[in-house]
Nanobody, 115 residues
Framework: QVQLVESGGGLVQPGGSLRLSCAAS????????MGWYRQAPGRERELVAS???????NYANSVKGRFTISRDNAKNTVYLQMNSLEPEDTALYYC?????????WGQGTQVTVSS
């Protein structure tokens, strides 16, 4: 079992940056595919970015070139660097850990992009 705790969300102006962190406990994330999802009010949850144990990354088209996912297995932590933020990025951001057909989710951290 993996427990995930997100942090780093907040209020930022358009064009600004935030770095989200996802700290895992209960198990090492070394062999997990880690990801970030988001859900805005009235919209379905969507995949933002993922990174495999082999460091292969995948991004939603809407965030390519602006967001970067990374992982530090030694710290059991995954990051999402978000640059050039837009109001459309406003959402609750969730961290996930997937392996052997099971998914684990954090509670989420709110990101609000507004002037």
């Amino acid at each position: 079992q993996v427990q995930l705790v997100e942090s780093g969300g907040g209020l930022v102006q358009p064009g600004g940056s935030l770095r989200l962190s996802c700290a895992a406990s209960g198990n090492r994330i070394t062999y997990y595919t880690m990801g970030w999802y988001r859900q805005a009010p009235g919209r379905e949850r969507e995949l933002v970015a993922s990174i495999t144990s082999g460091l292969k990354t995948n991004y939603a088209n809407s965030v390519k070139g602006r967001f970067t996912i990374s992982r530090d297995n030694a710290k059991n932590t995954v990051y999402l660097q978000m640059n050039s933020l837009e109001p459309e990025d406003t959402a609750l951001y969730y961290c996930t850990a997937q392996a052997l057909g099971r998914s684990h989710w954090g509670q989420g951290t709110q990101v609000t992009v507004s002037s």
